[in-house]
C-alpha cells in the first residue's frame, strides 16, 4: 500500500472533516477546532520531514511523526490537557485513515495519552452567584436581558453555545423547561427556577420591542420555513453571538467578584457544584449537563474520593459506621 497519492493530503484532509460534519454530525464549531489540530500535526511532521504539505503521504504519519509532535508541544509549553485532545484529534483522523485504507495500521494506539493535570475548576460560590445575579440592572431592557442570561445560565447549568442557539420555540415559560440542542445535536429538556421564569418574563416583554424595530432576513429561495426567532437579541433586534454574552458575563463578574478567570462556562462549573453540595445525584446532573459519561460529570463538579465517599457513608444503608451500627443493634 503506498497511501495514496502525496499530493491529496489536503485533500484527505478535508474529506475526513466532510465526514465529521455530516456523518457524525459534529458542530460547525467542532469541525473547525479538528481541523485546526491537524492542521498543525500535519505541518509539523511536513517540517520534520524537510517536505512540503502536499508532498506528504498518509504513511508519514507514523508512530515516530506522533511522538515527536507530542515532544514539541511539550517544548512549546502546552499543558497536557491541550497535549491529549490534540492527539485525540490526530487519532480519529489516523483511524478514518485506517477505515479509508490509505494505511496499513493505526500508530494512533500505541502512543500513550498524557496524564491529565488535577486542577480545580473555576466557580462561583453561593454567595457571590446571588450578588452576580443582582448585578444587572432592572431600570432597562438590556439590563432586563442580561439578567435574565444570567439566571438561566445558573438555573440551567447550559452551555454557552447552547445558550446564544435558543429560540422562542425552545422555551416552555409555564411549564418552567427549555428544550436545548447540545454536543452531537443531541436535544434535551432541562428544568429552571421560579426567579428565572421571572426574569424570562419580564425580559420577553423588552424583546418583542427590540424585535418589532430589527431588519428581518429574507428566506433563502431554495426553502420556506421560517427562520427561528432568538431567544436572546442585541440592542439592534439581532442574536447575541457567543462574543458578546461571554463579555457580558465578564463584565458583571469582574464588580461581585475578587477572581479572574470567570467565564460562562465557570456559571455552569458552579450550577453543578451547588447541586452536588446540595446533595443532588451525579446521574441527575449528568443528564442535566448534557454528558455522555458520568466520569465526565465527576471531573465537571471536581468531585474527588472523600466526596464521593463521604456521600456514600450518608446515603448507603448498609454504609453505617460500626459505632451506629452497634448502637442500632442494641436498641
Not at 50 to 69: I, M, N, S
Not at 84 to 102: D, G, H, I, Q, S
Not at 180 to 209: C, M, Y
Amino acid at each position: 500500500m503506498d497511501g495514496g497519492d502525496g499530493a491529496l493530503m489536503t485533500g484527505h484532509l478535508t474529506d475526513f472533516l466532510r465526514y465529521l460534519s455530516l456523518n457524525r454530525n459534529l458542530s460547525p464549531n467542532t469541525v473547525r477546532a479538528y481541523e485546526s489540530d491537524l492542521t498543525q500535526f500535519i505541518d509539523h511532521v511536513a517540517v520534520a520531514a524537510g517536505q512540503k504539505r502536499v508532498d506528504l503521504t498518509p504513511t508519514a504519519l507514523d508512530r515516530a511523526a506522533l511522538r515527536g509532535y507530542l515532544a514539541e508541544l511539550h517544548a512549546q509549553g502546552q499543558t497536557r490537557a491541550t497535549a491529549a485532545r490534540k492527539l485525540a484529534a490526530v487519532r480519529t483522523f489516523l483511524r478514518y485513515l485506517r477505515r479509508e485504507a490509505l494505511i496499513d495500521s493505526d500508530p494512533g494506539a500505541v502512543v500513550a495519552t498524557p496524564k491529565p493535570e488535577v486542577r480545580m475548576p473555576a466557580h462561583l460560590s453561593e454567595e457571590e452567584m446571588l450578588a452576580l445575579l443582582a448585578a444587572p440592572s432592572d431600570e432597562d431592557p438590556l439590563g432586563r436581558r442580561d439578567r435574565a442570561i444570567l439566571e438561566l445560565f445558573y438555573a440551567s447549568g447550559l452551555r454557552l453555545s447552547e445558550l446564544v442557539g435558543l429560540g422562542l420555540e425552545d422555551l416552555n415559560l409555564s411549564g418552567r423547561m427549555v428544550r436545548v440542542l447540545g454536543k452531537g445535536g443531541k436535544q434535551r429538556l432541562v428544568p429552571f427556577n421560579h426567579s428565572t421564569q421571572t426574569a424570562l418574563r419580564a425580559w420577553l416583554n423588552d424583546r418583542e420591542r427590540l424585535r418589532r424595530g430589527a431588519v428581518r432576513p429574507t428566506l433563502p429561495p431554495r426553502t420556506g420555513r421560517r427562520q427561528p426567532e432568538p431567544l436572546f437579541v442585541n440592542y439592534r433586534g439581532t442574536r447575541l453571538s457567543s462574543r458578546s454574552i461571554d463579555r457580558l458575563v465578564r463584565r458583571y463578574v469582574a464588580h461581585c467578584a475578587e477572581r479572574a478567570g470567570i467565564s460562562p462556562h465557570a456559571l455552569r462549573h458552579s450550577f453543578a457544584t451547588h447541586l452536588l453540595q446540595r446533595g443532588a445525584d451525579l446521574r441527575a446532573i449528568q443528564e442535566l449537563l448534557g454528558h455522555a459519561r458520568l466520569s465526565t460529570t465527576q471531573r465537571y463538579t471536581h468531585v474527588n474520593a472523600t466526596q464521593l465517599l463521604d456521600v456514600y457513608r450518608k446515603a448507603h444503608p448498609r454504609a453505617m459506621r460500626r459505632g451506629n451500627e452497634a448502637s442500632e443493634k442494641r436498641r
